[in-house]
């Protein structure tokens, strides 16, 4: 009923409010149209103007019992004239949420149906309207507000059920720790969200260590601090406070929390050596290995920088011989020898040491003083092995060392002082001798780097030492000999016979020398050729590289065998010189300076009847007339024989005159026999000679002969070799080399060596490159034997001074009781549909084009 009286009560102040203000002004100073524009004009005058409603907010208490309750009542105007019906809208009502106000539609009481949450729902807007029966409107709708007022119906809540902070032993009272917060849902602005925290509980951790208050509390912000002092991690490691929240300023409402304190250690105490003596021992000679512990104490958190020590030997170990560090488990120091102790040097050591914590320490910390232990070493004796000065022992020698050369010397000792004994285990070549008791280590002969023992010029022999005490403990070393190389062999020349031309000048070929060399460079090419005086007024020789020169004659020489004695040096230091005689065979020779014999010449290739069988003719015409002229002068054959026998038996019935004329006639019958032999004698002589003749550049064999079945090859789309390569093709380059001898052995040099660097220029090949180096010698372990072979093959296929060149190559012959007729059956009649040569191509471009002749598939 009061809020029934209020809600009229304020209705009515309302309208004298109204009354009185438009009472107050002044009508005519007021543009009425602005203000009441739904005033209309009347010619008749003034005309009253409709009120609207004006209802203040309406407010509610949240959490009322009393329901339905009667909040307002609106009322129009128009009940005067005619029925009036009333309709509410808004949330509440018909919105979400809904049910909680009605509106009596014939009365016009506005009712509250249940209880109100301001938590939920602060205020309420609602549309209130007078309508007639026919629902139309009869007054315009009126807003109207209803608030919700907060009753103190929530407690504070905090935001967790415990809190946790930590706070570092011996703070200051004042030092903040943490804060605990807390929330209350009822309206901010009111006491009953007014929120006040206090301490209402302490417990230490470990319980009763500590019985007097050490925090506080701000009692708005909720933020816990020390307040007093005396927080000792050794002493407590924690504290347990229970807090209280509470609204209406702390004396409404209340909730509980607790907040976990924990005492965080600081480095305030040193650690301890516990004891500070001890007494090792460690054996000599044998490092890595622990000769002891140390223990040290601290009274800080175990497992922290603050507890940790960390070990140092300050004094007593000059020469590093021992070390220590901190076993992470149990803080102790381990002590170990990571360099060999020497009895005979030192029989104990006395070490100093000192602990200290990883952390530093703090400043709250006592002013005591660092901790120190000793530790007594003793030194145990042992028989230890010989000990080398230098392992590896280098040294370096020349190859050409003598025989007897001391090597090296004072090579080893033994800490103990006993007699050694030296001697050599490995030793491949045998190049060393070593005094058994001394050690000196000599040459036993020179030394190789050609040998298969030498790597690099490096040489590897091992030698081992013993000493003679109880148990003879050996020691070995490598001994590494670097060989330097020396000019041990002079140069070998070759070839040791030619062939040049009679005919001076640079223009005729000479002939081409080269040397091998079976030093290693620097000590072999260059080389460098020259003559002695008593030869170089007839022969001169030029250089044409590092390892070849050419022989020439300087004057016009007769044909005919020549001996000159060349001398060649090589480049090492000092240089050796060898001289050696080149047989030399001077010769004629043709405009392509090719040397020909003068039978050769003569029974050159032509057309018609050979010389040799012209002779024949010859002789066969001559001993014919002869014969016939016998029958013609004598009733009988004229044999020598036979008619001087009639000369002597018959002497009664021929005359002296006949005698003498029948021997004359068997005289000339002798004489044609003779001419026949010896013309048949020439020609034989004559077809050898031709046989054997050697042209320059034309293979192995060169004999011509009119009677070759084969024709000379002509040379057609020749791609390589150059322009002198398209000349025609000479068939002797084709024969049966069967038919040439084996070359002479002065020929070939003493030596295995292949000769290095430029070449000659050569006419079947466009350019004179250097070759690459080849290897020297196979090597005596059967493993390297493969690497040895493919890295010649290797070296071989990059030389581009070696064959095959890109030149005419050769494929007629087919070996021995194969002349010629091997190319037979290119004229064959036979069918070659049968025959497959497609195995040809496989032989290179020569034989792909013999190859597209005969199968065109």
């Given at each position: 009923?009061?809020?029934?009286r209020l809600?009229?009560?304020?209705v009515?102040?309302?309208?004298?409010?109204?009354?009185?203000?438009?009472g107050?002004v002044?009508?005519?100073d007021l543009?009425?149209?602005?203000?009441?524009?739904?005033?209309?004009?009347?010619s008749g005058?003034?005309?009253?103007v409709k009120r609207d409603?004006?209802?203040p907010?309406i407010?509610?208490?949240?959490n009322?019992?009393?329901?339905?309750?009667?909040?307002?009542q609106?009322?129009?105007?128009?009940v005067?004239?005619?029925?009036?019906?009333?309709?509410?809208?808004?949330?509440?009502v018909d919105?979400?949420?809904?049910?909680?106000?009605?509106?009596?539609d014939?009365?016009g009481?506005?009712r509250?149906?249940?209880?109100?949450d301001r938590?939920?729902?602060?205020s309420?807007?609602?549309?209130?309207?007078?309508l007639s029966?026919s629902?139309?409107?009869l007054?315009?709708p009126s807003?109207i507000?209803?608030l919700?007022?907060?009753q103190?119906?929530?407690?504070?809540k905090?935001?967790?059920?415990?809190f946790?902070?930590?706070?570092?032993?011996?703070s200051?009272?004042g030092t903040s720790v943490?804060?605990?917060?807390a929330?209350?849902?009822d309206d901010p602005?009111?006491?009953?969200?007014?929120?006040s925290?206090?301490i209402?509980?302490q417990?230490s951790i470990?319980?009763l260590r500590?019985n007097?208050?050490m925090?506080?509390?701000?009692?708005?912000?909720?933020a816990?601090y020390?307040?007093?002092?005396?927080?000792d991690?050794?002493?407590?490691?924690?504290?347990?406070l229970?807090v209280?929240?509470?609204?209406?300023?702390?004396m409404?409402l209340t909730?509980?929390?607790?907040?976990i304190?924990?005492?965080n250690?600081?480095n305030?105490n040193r650690?301890?050596?516990?004891?500070?003596?001890?007494?090792?021992?460690a054996?000599?000679?044998?490092?890595?290995?622990v000769i002891?512990?140390?223990?040290?104490?601290?009274?800080?958190?175990?497992g922290?920088?603050?507890?940790?020590?960390?070990?140092t030997?300050t004094?007593g170990?000059?020469?590093?011989?021992?070390?220590?560090?901190?076993d992470?488990?149990t803080n102790q120091?381990?002590?170990?020898?990571?360099?060999?102790l020497?009895?005979?040097?030192?029989t104990?050591?006395?070490?100093?040491l000192?602990?200290?914590?990883v952390?530093?320490l703090?400043?709250?910390?006592?002013n005591?003083?660092?901790?120190?232990a000793?530790?007594?070493?003793?030194v145990?004796?042992?028989?230890?092995?010989?000990?080398?000065?230098?392992?590896p022992i280098?040294?370096?020698?020349?190859e050409s060392?003598?025989?007897?050369?001391l090597?090296a010397?004072?090579?080893?000792?033994?800490?103990?002082?006993?007699k050694?004994?030296?001697?050599?285990p490995?030793?491949?070549?045998g190049?060393?001798?070593?005094?058994a008791?001394t050690?000196e280590i000599k040459?036993?002969?020179?030394?190789?780097?050609?040998?298969?023992?030498v790597?690099?010029?490096i040489?590897t022999?091992?030698i081992?030492?013993?000493?003679?005490?109880?148990?003879g403990i050996?020691?070995?070393?490598?001994?590494?000999i670097?060989?330097r190389?020396?000019n041990?062999?002079?140069?070998?020349?070759f070839?040791l016979?030619?062939?040049?031309c009679?005919?001076?000048?640079r223009?005729t070929?000479g002939l081409?020398?080269?040397?091998?060399d079976?030093?290693l460079a620097?000590h072999?090419?260059p080389?460098?050729?020259?003559?002695?005086?008593?030869?170089?007024?007839n022969?001169?020789?030029?250089?044409?590289?590092?390892t070849h020169a050419m022989l020439?004659?300087?004057?016009e020489?007769?044909t005919?065998e020549?001996?000159v004695?060349?001398?060649?040096?090589?480049s090492?230091s000092?240089?050796?010189?060898a001289?050696?005689?080149?047989?030399?065979s001077?010769?004629?020779c043709?405009?392509?300076?090719?040397?020909k014999?003068?039978s050769?010449?003569?029974t050159s290739n032509?057309?018609?009847?050979?010389?040799?069988?012209?002779?024949?003719?010859?002789?066969?015409?001559?001993l014919?007339?002869?014969e016939?002229?016998?029958?013609?002068?004598?009733?009988?054959?004229?044999?020598?024989?036979r008619?001087?026998?009639?000369?002597?038996?018959h002497?009664h019935t021929?005359?002296h005159?006949?005698?003498h004329?029948?021997s004359?006639?068997?005289?000339?019958?002798?004489i044609?026999l003779?001419?026949?032999?010896?013309?048949?004698?020439?020609?034989v002589?004559?077809?050898?000679?031709?046989?054997?003749?050697?042209?320059?550049g034309q293979?192995?064999?060169?004999?011509e002969?009119?009677?070759?079945?084969?024709?000379?090859?002509?040379?057609?789309?020749e791609q390589?070799?150059?322009?002198?390569?398209?000349?025609?093709?000479?068939?002797?380059?084709l024969?049966?080399p069967?038919?040439?001898?084996?070359l002479?052995?002065s020929f070939?040099?003493?030596?295995?060596?292949?000769p290095?660097?430029?070449?000659?220029?050569?006419?079947d090949?466009?350019?004179?490159l250097?070759?690459p180096?080849?290897?020297?010698?196979?090597?005596?372990?059967?493993?390297?034997?493969?690497d040895?072979i493919?890295?010649g093959?290797?070296?071989?296929?990059?030389?581009?001074?070696v064959?095959p060149?890109d030149?005419?190559?050769?494929y007629?012959?087919?070996?021995?009781g194969?002349l010629?007729?091997?190319l037979?059956?290119i004229?064959?009649a036979?069918?070659?549909?049968d025959q497959?040569?497609?195995?040809?191509?496989d032989?290179?471009?020569?034989?792909?084009?013999?190859?597209?002749m005969y199968?065109p598939?």
């Amino acid at each position: 009923m009061a809020a029934r009286r209020l809600a009229v009560l304020c209705v009515l102040v309302a309208g004298l409010c109204q009354v009185w203000s438009s009472g107050q002004v002044d009508q005519d100073d007021l543009n009425q149209t602005v203000l009441y524009p739904w005033r209309r004009k009347s010619s008749g005058g003034l005309s009253r103007v409709k009120r609207d409603w004006i209802i203040p907010p309406i407010r509610v208490s949240e959490n009322s019992k009393q329901v339905p309750e009667n909040l307002v009542q609106i009322k129009s105007d128009k009940v005067f004239t005619g029925e009036v019906i009333y309709k509410l809208e808004g949330p509440g009502v018909d919105q979400d949420p809904k049910n909680l106000f009605e509106i009596d539609d014939k009365t016009g009481w506005i009712r509250s149906m249940m209880p109100l949450d301001r938590e939920k729902y602060r205020s309420f807007t609602l549309k209130a309207f007078a309508l007639s029966p026919s629902g139309e409107r009869l007054e315009n709708p009126s807003t109207i507000e209803i608030l919700v007022l907060d009753q103190n119906d929530n407690r504070p809540k905090f935001s967790q059920k415990e809190f946790a902070g930590a706070v570092a032993e011996f703070s200051v009272p004042g030092t903040s720790v943490m804060s605990v917060t807390a929330t209350d849902a009822d309206d901010p602005t009111t006491d009953n969200a007014m929120l006040s925290y206090s301490i209402i509980g302490q417990e230490s951790i470990p319980p009763l260590r500590i019985n007097k208050t050490m925090f506080g509390i701000n009692n708005e912000t909720g933020a816990i601090y020390t307040r007093d002092v005396g927080i000792d991690w050794e002493v407590v490691k924690g504290f347990r406070l229970k807090v209280l929240v509470a609204d209406m300023s702390g004396m409404g409402l209340t909730s509980e929390a607790h907040a976990i304190i924990n005492v965080n250690d600081i480095n305030n105490n040193r650690p301890r050596f516990s004891p500070d003596q001890y007494i090792m021992s460690a054996v000599e000679n044998k490092v890595g290995f622990v000769i002891g512990w140390v223990n040290a104490t601290d009274k800080d958190e175990p497992g922290t920088g603050n507890w940790q020590a960390k070990y140092t030997i300050t004094k007593g170990d000059s020469s590093g011989n021992f070390d220590i560090h901190t076993d992470p488990g149990t803080n102790q120091g381990i002590l170990s020898v990571i360099k060999a102790l020497d009895f005979e040097s030192q029989t104990e050591h006395t070490l100093t040491l000192t602990v200290e914590n990883v952390n530093p320490l703090s400043i709250k910390a006592p002013n005591d003083p660092m901790s120190i232990a000793t530790v007594v070493v003793n030194v145990a004796n042992e028989n230890e092995a010989p000990r080398f000065n230098k392992d590896p022992i280098e040294i370096v020698v020349p190859e050409s060392v003598a025989p007897g050369t001391l090597l090296a010397s004072n090579i080893a000792y033994d800490p103990d002082n006993a007699k050694l004994r030296y001697d050599i285990p490995r030793d491949p070549e045998g190049w060393l001798i070593i005094d058994a008791e001394t050690g000196e280590i000599k040459a036993r002969r020179s030394f190789s780097v050609r040998s298969p023992h030498v790597k690099n010029n490096i040489y590897t022999a091992v030698i081992r030492v013993t000493d003679t005490d109880s148990g003879g403990i050996s020691t070995t070393a490598s001994l590494v000999i670097s060989l330097r190389e020396t000019n041990d062999f002079p140069p070998q020349l070759f070839p040791l016979m030619g062939t040049v031309c009679s005919e001076a000048g640079r223009g005729t070929p000479g002939l081409v020398l080269t040397a091998v060399d079976e030093d290693l460079a620097p000590h072999a090419e260059p080389f460098t050729f020259d003559l002695p005086i008593e030869v170089s007024a007839n022969w001169t020789i030029m250089q044409v590289n590092e390892t070849h020169a050419m022989l020439h004659p300087l004057v016009e020489l007769e044909t005919g065998e020549y001996v000159v004695t060349v001398l060649v040096t090589d480049s090492g230091s000092p240089s050796l010189t060898a001289s050696a005689q080149v047989n030399v065979s001077v010769c004629s020779c043709g405009k392509d300076s090719d040397c020909k014999s003068e039978s050769a010449a003569v029974t050159s290739n032509q057309v018609g009847v050979s010389f040799i069988a012209l002779l024949v003719v010859m002789a066969s015409i001559a001993l014919l007339l002869s014969e016939l002229y016998l029958e013609n002068t004598s009733p009988e054959p004229c044999l020598c024989g036979r008619a001087h026998a009639r000369a002597h038996t018959h002497t009664h019935t021929h005359t002296h005159t006949d005698t003498h004329s029948l021997s004359l006639m068997c005289v000339c019958s002798e004489i044609g026999l003779l001419v026949f032999a010896v013309l048949l004698l020439l020609a034989v002589a004559v077809g050898n000679c031709r046989r054997h003749h050697m042209k320059k550049g034309q293979g192995l064999l060169v004999g011509e002969s009119d009677d070759d079945i084969r024709d000379n090859v002509l040379n057609y789309d020749e791609q390589g070799g150059g322009e002198e390569d398209e000349n025609a093709f000479n068939i002797d380059l084709l024969r049966n080399p069967a038919d040439v001898g084996p070359l002479p052995a002065s020929f070939y040099p003493p030596v295995t060596g292949i000769p290095r660097g430029n070449q000659p220029l050569r006419r079947d090949y466009p350019d004179n490159l250097p070759s690459p180096s080849y290897p020297r010698k196979p090597p005596a372990d059967p493993t390297d034997i493969e690497d040895f072979i493919n890295d010649g093959l290797e070296v071989a296929d990059h030389d581009p001074n070696v064959p095959p060149y890109d030149t005419a190559l050769i494929y007629d012959y087919e070996g021995d009781g194969s002349l010629a007729g091997s190319l037979s059956s290119i004229a064959s009649a036979s069918s070659d549909g049968d025959q497959d040569y497609d195995y040809l191509n496989d032989w290179g471009p020569r034989f792909k084009k013999l190859a597209n002749m005969y199968d065109p598939r």
